[in-house]
């Protein structure tokens, strides 16, 4: 990793850290988020941009057809979806009435939030989810309502 990602990332698990609510940031939170972090980006995590660079045909691809496009190599979203949902469902009926922290990939994230919100995912994209970013989900009146999308910010 070169050094100024080291910086990125170590700058990012700690501001997530400090912006968490006390009780779902213990004391070792910014170690465990730094290290997935650092493992993330030694085996390849890349953004949006780094593909296009990369492989600007793939790129076109994706773009062209989110939902079903899959890289070489790669989970296809169906896929993404049938590993992340179940996931975050089961998380929620463990913790009924409580509250929980999902810190995972951009991916995993947006999947969540599209299919909490009724959004087929097709529409993946269309909900930013930075490094380090907040995005609130709120449970009321049978129904899921998004609070915080992307927050990037220190929080008051």
């Not at 400090?18 to 995590?45: E, K, M, N, S, V």
């Not at 593909?51 to 790669?74: K, L, N």
């Not at 896929?79 to 990939?105: K, S």
């Not at 009724?118 to 909900?127: I, K, S």
């Amino acid at each position: 990793m070169l050094a100024a990602e080291q910086r990125i990332v170590d700058a990012a698990a700690e501001d997530l850290a400090a912006r968490l609510p006390r009780h779902l940031a213990d004391d070792d939170f910014a170690g465990r988020l730094q290290a997935t972090r650092r493992i993330y980006l030694r085996d390849g995590l890349v953004t949006a941009e780094q593909i296009r660079v990369r492989d600007a045909r793939a790129f076109e691809a994706w773009m062209a057809d989110v939902g079903r496009f899959q890289f070489p190599g790669g989970e296809s979203l169906p896929d993404l979806v049938a590993r992340a949902v179940p996931a975050f469902e089961a998380l929620v009926a463990r913790h009924a009435g409580g509250t929980i922290a999902v810190v995972a990939h951009g991916g995993s994230n947006r999947a969540i939030l599209c299919h909490a919100l009724g959004l087929g995912p097709e529409r993946l994209l269309a909900l930013g989810q930075d490094y380090a970013a907040l995005s609130v989900l709120e449970w009321a009146g049978g129904r899921w309502s998004l609070r915080l999308l992307n927050h990037c910010e220190p929080l008051p």
